[in-house]
């Protein structure tokens, strides 16, 4: 059956779609032991989806480092604790990897609020950004791609949670979970997609 995807998606329809979640196992990373136990996994893996969170500032003119380095695989998600145990060696040879195929949304912000944290030379990244268009997709945001390409609604309520807290929320676990596993369902289906040609694209005019 073709798919129908459209140029922009009606974000007034977003909340009415099925809710979607990350199911798989979540790993919170909080030594530079689990650190490396966790990259030399990793590594061994086909794909990886990436993402990152930031305590928000409510206070203008004053920013926090980047908390949280999300990296998920099709069914196990890592989530390290950067406020916890910073930029450690084995996070730098992940995030330097040429390897693996490596997937992200707007990486090069977060490439940006990484690099506050120690210098590195980004490996082989993939941002979907740079993909949606040839499709004809105009919409860049992770909630809007995801409700256009799978009719799923992708709750963003936790994003501006404090994610320096001392414990992480299940909320939160699963929400930055959700976010880098969507990284790696939107590569792979558009993909398949450009490969196939079994879609459709709709126009939507600018009202």
Not at 39 to 65: A, C, W
Not at 104 to 114: P, Y
Not at 117 to 124: K, M, V, Y
Not at 145 to 161: C, D, E, H, P, V
Request: contains cysteine; hydrophobic residues 40%.
């Amino acid at each position: 059956m073709t798919k129908q995807i459209y140029s922009k998606f009606d974000k007034t329809l977003i909340p009415t779609l099925p809710r979607i979640v990350f199911t798989g196992r979540i790993h919170v990373v909080l030594s530079r032991a689990q650190a490396e136990k966790a990259v030399n996994y990793l590594l061994t893996q086909p794909i990886l989806g990436f993402d990152t969170e930031t305590r928000p500032s409510f206070s203008k003119g004053s920013s926090h480092k980047v908390a949280l380095l999300q990296v998920a695989t099709h069914d196990a998600c890592f989530l390290f604790r950067l406020n916890t145990i910073g930029l450690t060696p084995a996070i730098v040879r992940l995030l330097e990897d040429t390897a693996v195929t490596k997937i992200g949304l707007s990486w090069h912000d977060d490439i940006n609020s990484l690099r506050r944290l120690g210098e590195f030379t980004p490996g082989s990244f993939i941002d979907i950004q740079k993909h949606v268009s040839e499709l004809g997709i105009e919409d860049l945001s992770l909630q809007k791609l995801y409700a256009n390409i799978f009719g799923g609604f992708i709750s963003k309520s936790q994003q501006l949670t404090n994610w320096e807290r001392d414990v992480l929320t299940d909320k939160q676990k699963e929400y930055a979970a959700t976010d880098a596993w969507a990284c790696i369902m939107l590569f792979e289906e558009l993909q398949r997609l450009k490969q196939t040609g079994d879609y459709t694209l709709i126009k939507v005019e600018d009202k």
